[in-house]
């Protein structure tokens, strides 16, 4: 992977606060950003690169979690003293005793009236080695850091926890501009490997648009071809991302393995078949679920239409790339370490197809949410789908205008395949299912999606095929 595919938005928005520190006509001559995205999304390349470009001096700390308070300040004063910030020689042999006297340090290293970058990566692990440590950081901000000309780069990867920095009742709040950094999109990946759509999905869905991973997916490689090889090598980034991610983020939450094993490795969705998977009591998984969704690592989806059914609710992977590695992935890690990637590979072909027709649902009800569908569904806020206790019938797309729905704008069905349109007889069997759905008249459009396109049908209101749907990202 060569330059930044899919950042110059995130450059822009990072350049519009560096101008207000750079114009300097407000009170506070800082400005700070929270910046937060999953883990290995490339946070911290885009902040270095965005330095680079700058031209700037500038400061960067990158935090350790459970280091030793006394550890963490030392380095917190070294990587002062090393930066070419004018006043780093200030910090030089310095060992403060408190995060209030770091930051102080820091604050006494930016200069006075030319602007400047700091960065505090992975600020969720600084705080939580300091008991009131984001109260220490907002004092030393509002009396000495927003004085200085100052773009203050706070960066996480827990997504929970740097919201959380940001709410109502929090020291912090509403000192910060908030920004996410979320991973390649299929439009991204399309454009850096010079694939048509339906390649870009599949990229898309095997590396979770990690940049990465794409960047050891060689122009014209299929997805098997890209999983061969990174099958074949134990040290691959593929193989070994999932498992850094869950160490780095649950190394004390010994149920979020099992539940999410049973999630994403086994396909369950519901909370009885999750319970019964994972082999934990009802209190335990209500405990992980929660976690696992504050996390923004799993999310609930419930059946959408005008009737509430929240008993019904099901869970998924809503990390990308967590989607891939627990089906695929952590399965063959035995095989894979014992040299047989022949063996994993065949798993990998053998379910591949199954589970991209799963996976691909939420990508496509995203998409469909980003095109610009008001002239023909103009109240349209939510895309979902819909199922019965049974799970018979699904009903794969339903748009309305809110969850609850007051009116259901569209049903629909998603046939992901590139060398079969959706036949008439599929119409069929989605008009009749769709009557089963709380607000479905027989008035209601159908819709389909399906890369192939659609046999001609009267009863099809829209049809989308890959490249419609790879549209909806800039």
């Avoid at 799993?298 to 059914?309: F, K, N």
């Avoid at 895309?383 to 009903?395: A, D, H, L, Q």
């Avoid at 089963?436 to 192939?452: E, F, K, N, R």
Wanted: proline share 7%; aromatic share 6%.
């Amino acid at each position: 992977m060569t330059g930044f595919v899919g950042r110059e938005t995130q450059f822009e928005d990072l350049n519009r606060q560096l101008d207000i520190v750079k114009i300097g006509a407000r009170l506070d001559k800082g400005a700070a950003i929270l910046l937060r995205g999953r883990r290995r999304v490339g946070k911290s390349a885009l902040v270095t690169e965005f330095i680079r470009r700058s031209g700037l001096p500038s400061f960067y700390f990158q935090a350790a979690r459970r280091r030793p308070p006394v550890e963490e300040l030392a380095e917190f004063a070294h990587a002062i003293a090393t930066s070419d910030l004018p006043n780093a020689a200030l910090a030089a042999g310095v060992e403060p005793k408190s995060l209030t006297a770091a930051l102080r340090l820091l604050a006494q290293a930016l200069p006075d009236q030319t602007p400047a970058i700091a960065v505090i990566d992975e600020l969720p692990w600084l705080l939580e080695s300091f008991a009131g440590g984001a109260g220490e950081l907002q004092r030393v901000w509002d009396r000495e850091l927003a004085a200085k000309p100052v773009l203050l780069l706070l960066v996480g990867s827990d997504l929970g926890l740097m919201e959380a920095i940001n709410r109502p009742d929090q020291p912090f709040y509403a000192r910060a501009t908030e920004m996410l950094l979320q991973e390649l999109t299929p439009r991204d990946l399309s454009r850096q490997l010079g694939v048509a759509a339906m390649t870009a999905f599949d990229a898309y869905l095997v590396t979770g648009g990690q940049p990465l991973l794409a960047a050891e997916w060689q122009p014209g490689m299929s997805p098997i071809e890209f999983v061969q090889k990174a099958f074949a090598s134990p040290v691959s980034a593929l193989v070994g991302s999932g498992a850094r991610v869950l160490d780095d983020e649950f190394p004390e939450v010994a149920l979020a393995r099992p539940v999410l094993r049973a999630i994403g490795g086994r396909g369950e969705r519901a909370f009885s078949k999750i319970q019964q998977t994972a082999g934990v009591s009802q209190a335990a998984l209500e405990r992980a679920l929660t976690v696992l969704n504050d996390k923004r690592i799993i999310a609930a989806d419930e059946p959408l239409s005008t009737r509430r059914a929240a008993k019904d609710r099901r869970w998924r992977i809503a990390d990308p790339a967590l989607r891939f590695w627990l089906s695929f992935v952590e399965p063959s890690l035995p095989d894979i370490d014992r040299r047989r990637p022949d063996v994993a590979l065949a798993n990998f072909e053998d379910r591949y197809r199954a589970w991209r027709g799963r996976t691909i649902e939420p990508v496509v009800r995203e998409a469909l949410l980003r095109l610009n569908l008001s002239a023909d569904f103009p109240d349209l806020r939510t895309v979902g789908g819909w199922w019965p206790r049974s799970n018979k019938p699904e009903i794969d797309l339903v748009a309305g205008d809110g969850q609850p729905a007051n009116r259901v704008n569209f049903v629909g069905s998603i046939k992901w395949r590139d060398c079969q349109s959706v036949t008439r007889q599929e119409v069929t069997a989605l008009a009749e299912m769709a009557m089963s759905v709380p607000g479905v008249t027989a008035a209601t459009p159908l819709i389909a999606v399906c890369p192939a396109g659609a046999e001609p049908d009267s009863r099809l209101a829209r049809v989308w095929a890959a490249d419609d749907l790879l549209a909806a990202w800039p």
